[in-house]
C-alpha cells in the first residue's frame, strides 16, 4: 500500500511539524490575488503535498532571500523550487525533483560584440544575477569577477534587458516567461553560451538538522512518489 494511496495520521502529525517556503517567481511558482499557488512546479508539489498531508495554503510565500535564510538554518523547514549546489547539500536535504531544466550564458541580441566560446570567455563580462540564488552561487564560487546582484528575478531580467551587465545566467524557460511578462519579444535575447554542466534541475528540499525521524519518513513518501 502506498504512502500516497493510504496517507495515516502520522503523516499528518509530521506536516504539522513543518515549514515550507516559497516565493513568487513565475513560471516556476506563480500566486494569484487569492493566494493560490501554481505554476509549472505544481503538478508534483501537489503530489507531495497529498502524500505528506501538507495543505497547499499554508505555504509561506516570502522573498527568496529571506525564505533561503530560514531553510538553510532552522529544522523543520522546507523550501522550493530550488537548484543543488555543494553548499547546499551540506546544511539541505533534497528530497523530490519538481522540475527538469537547463541553463545558459545570455546575451541581447544586438551585442554582436559578445563573444562566449568557453566558462572563462565569461568572466571577461558583467554578468546579471539573482542574490542568494544558485546561478549566482555558481559564478562566485567560479571567481566572476564583476557580478550585478538583483533581489529577484524580474528586476534582474529588467537590468540585463537595460544594459546594465553584458550576460545573464537563467534557464530556457524561465527567462522566456519573463521576456513575455515584461512585454519584450523573445529576439531581444540570444543564447551566448551553454552551460550543461551547471545542474538545474528543481527540488523540494529541507533542512538537514531535522529529526532523523522525520527526515527518514519524508524521504520514503518520496521515494514511493517518484
Known sequence: MSWLAAPTSAHAAIADQLTIYT???PPYV?????????GL???????????????????????????????????NVLIYPIAKTPE?????????????????????????????????????????AVRGDYRAEFLQ????????????????????IAGRCDLA????????????????????VRIAYPLPELDSNLYIAINSSTKPDILRQLKKIATSIQ
Open 30 to 38: 506563480s500566486v494569484d490575488e487569492q493566494g493560490k499557488i501554481g
Open 88 to 128: 547546499r547539500e551540506a546544511k539541505l536535504t533534497f528530497l523530490y525533483r519538481l522540475y527538469d531544466t537547463n541553463v545558459n550564458f545570455y546575451r541581447l541580441n544586438e551585442r554582436n560584440d559578445i563573444q562566449v566560446n568557453n566558462l572563462y570567455a565569461a568572466k571577461r563580462y558583467r554578468v546579471c
Open 23 to 25: 516565493e513568487h517567481d
Open 169 to 188: 545566467i537563467l534557464s530556457e524557460v524561465g527567462i522566456k516567461a519573463k521576456l513575455t511578462q515584461l512585454n519584450e519579444k523573445p529576439t531581444r
Open 41 to 75: 512546479t505544481q503538478p508534483r508539489l501537489a503530489r507531495f503535498l497529498q502524500a505528506i498531508q501538507f495543505p497547499a495554503q499554508q505555504i509561506k510565500i516570502q522573498p527568496w532571500v529571506r525564505a533561503y535564510k530560514e531553510a538553510m538554518s532552522q529544522p
Open 141 to 160: 564560487q567560479n571567481g566572476f569577477p564583476a557580478i550585478d546582484l538583483a533581489p529577484d528575478s524580474s528586476t534582474n531580467l529588467k537590468k540585463f
